[in-house]
């Protein structure tokens, strides 16, 4: 259950009624997991950074975790209010383990004997999202919107049939109807194609939940918690050959202004300078996007530009920094550009149509947007566009290759 879900006691208590409805029609075996009420984590975060931005990473998980717990719990009341036997389980509880990357901790394993023995009781289980903990008992959380990947990852250990997300939106859209005019919905979407507009900038799903999902073929199906049980909604599934070949050219357009562009010149040819760069980046958990490496000849500096996501740019600049200091390279130039996008087009039928890269690119020149970086693969296509043009960017893209929805 997604943050807007349970933003409130009503929300909550209309979750508890359809959960009963759901265990008076047979399904005695449901496991529910919770985000925290909307805005709750925004106000734990701000109330460390206002005691302590240098927080320590452990301090903070223990404090934005909390908001899960408060969830589970109200949840758990809320079902008993309507004579529906429940418990609540915080992830240290559930021995839900994770690796020690603080705030964006990855799932090691989970014990599911008291989930188990809570249905043989005839509880249903509420579980806090988001949470995890180490071999060493200490808290952990696995980044924002991290009780997706919460509920896919169970659902993966209970061996379940499906893993159904509530959010606040009907499901997964071709583009964001907020700025493109024309998107609907995607009823049916490969795991492939799913995990590229997650990653990619679609705000509907955590892309790590998508990941796992396609990992243990674990179908994910995306609905408005406030709609009939008939309502429409997305299925996230493996496709079959048949499928594949039937998919559309482009199934959505996704558009990301979370990003940034760091430029690092400066120093000399070698291939143990750049890896050793980046894995000082990857120790930190900073996840490095489109990458383009500029070198004229054997004696000329190196230029290598790269995108990450906004909120880590600081913290990129500071191990750049570092990292120069240590390796004596006095003359590394460091420069950041922030003021752009990442528009992308995704579809499985991209592998078997020809002239899509040329006709997108055609189709934004023609615009006068300017692309500045480029990505591909076989589904994909990303560029990185002024952030003034982003939107105009992603209408043009799915007017041009996005099949109208029919009547």
Known sequence: MGGTSVGSVERIGAIAERIKDQVNGGFNKIAVVVSAMSGETNRLVDLVRQINPQASAKNYDMAVSAGEQVSAALMAAALERVGIKSRGFLAYQLGLKTDSLHSKARIHSIDTAKISDAWEEGLI????????????????TLGRGGSDTSAVALAVALGAGFCEI???VDGVFTADPRYVEGAHLAELMDFEVALEMASLGSKVLHCRCVEL??????????????????????????????QKLEAPVVSGITLDRNIARVAVSGFGYGSGIISGMFERIAKLGINVDIIVHNRSNDDSPMRIGFTIAKIDTDQSVDCLKSWAKEMELNDLAIEVEDKLAKVSAVGLGMQS???????????????????????TSEIKISMVVEESYADKAAQILHDTFVVPKSN
Request: aromatic share 6%.
């Open 125 to 140: 289980p509420v579980i806090a999202g988001f949470q995890g903990v180490t071999d060493e008992m200490e808290i952990t």
């Open 213 to 242: 999902g396609a990992k243990y073929n674990m179908p994910i199906v995306v609905r408005n918690t406030f709609t009939k049980n008939d309502h429409r909604r997305t299925k996230i599934m493996s496709f079959s050959e048949e």
């Open 353 to 375: 149509h020809s002239g899509v890269a040329s006709r997108t690119f055609s189709v934004l020149a023609e615009a006068g947007i300017e692309i500045h970086m480029i990505s």
């Open 166 to 168: 509530n959010t606040d």
